[in-house]
């Protein structure tokens, strides 16, 4: 069955690096997520992706995140200088059909382990 | 704001036993809900998903209700096993919000063998 992938499992960093953290969606897929849980918080949505462009957009996804499709499989989300607060893990989530009628179940990757230090 | 709420925050029972969680929602006006299972450092693994137009869906041990009116789903597992111990989320798409998925905190289950 295929399946939403996400690397690396987990990634340490200095506060102020940038780190990418990349996803492969499942391959005819359209509209894309990343989501993220700080531990022993809810699941929050952080952004949504769809033909190239960023859909909508969470108010903690500000100037430091930034989403990125580079080619045809991977979709990626940058932190461009991380924050203590940054650390969570982030997961990523795709639907095959886009636009708001939303019909679809939204599949989840393992999600990345985000360590800021 | 648009928020979910699941009850009891963590429930534990013997195996065999079956469970009921809930999971309310502050507006009728929604696409779906989705439940979620998510074992403890893991990612989330979709168990179902309901439309705004269904009632209820079933997947093996599992039945989920939605009553939209009164902004309520249930999640009823039967005859549970240990197997079963993991957190379950309830995530709620608010036509409000778009496509985005609102997440409840998770009841934590341990089902004792």
């Known amino acids: 069955e295929p399946e939403v992938t996400q690397t690396p499992s987990h990634q340490v960093t200095q506060m102020g690096q940038e780190v990418i953290l990349r996803c492969v969606p499942i391959s005819n897929h359209l509209y894309f997520y990343w989501y993220r849980q700080i531990l022993g918080q809810k699941v929050e949505f952080l952004v949504s992706f769809y033909n190239n462009e960023i859909s909508e957009k969470s108010e903690i996804f500000d100037d430091q995140f930034s989403v990125e499709r580079p080619d045809g499989s991977n979709f990626t989300l940058k932190i461009r200088s991380t924050k203590l607060e940054d650390s969570a893990m982030y997961f990523c989530?795709?639907?095959?059909?886009?636009?708001?009628?939303?019909?679809?179940?939204?599949?989840f990757g393992p999600g990345t382990r985000l360590t800021v230090l | 704001k648009q928020e979910v709420t699941q009850i009891p925050a963590a429930l534990s029972v013997p195996e065999g036993e079956n469970l009921v969680l809930n999971c309310s929602f502050t507006d009728s006006a929604i696409y779906n809900l989705q439940w979620f299972r998510q074992d403890p450092g893991k990612g989330l693994t979709s168990l179902l998903l309901i439309q705004s137009s269904q009632r209820e869906q079933t997947s093996g041990r599992l039945n989920a209700s939605l009553d939209k009116s009164s902004g309520r789903s249930t999640l009823y597992i039967a005859a549970s096993q240990p197997g079963d111990s993991a957190t379950y989320l309830c995530?709620?798409?608010?036509?409000?919000?778009?496509?985005?998925?609102?997440f409840g905190a998770g009841t934590i289950l341990r089902v004792k063998s």
């Open positions: 995530a709620v798409t608010f036509m409000e919000y778009g496509n985005k998925l609102v």
């Open positions: 989530a795709s639907t095959p059909i886009a636009g708001l009628s939303s019909t679809d179940t939204q599949y």
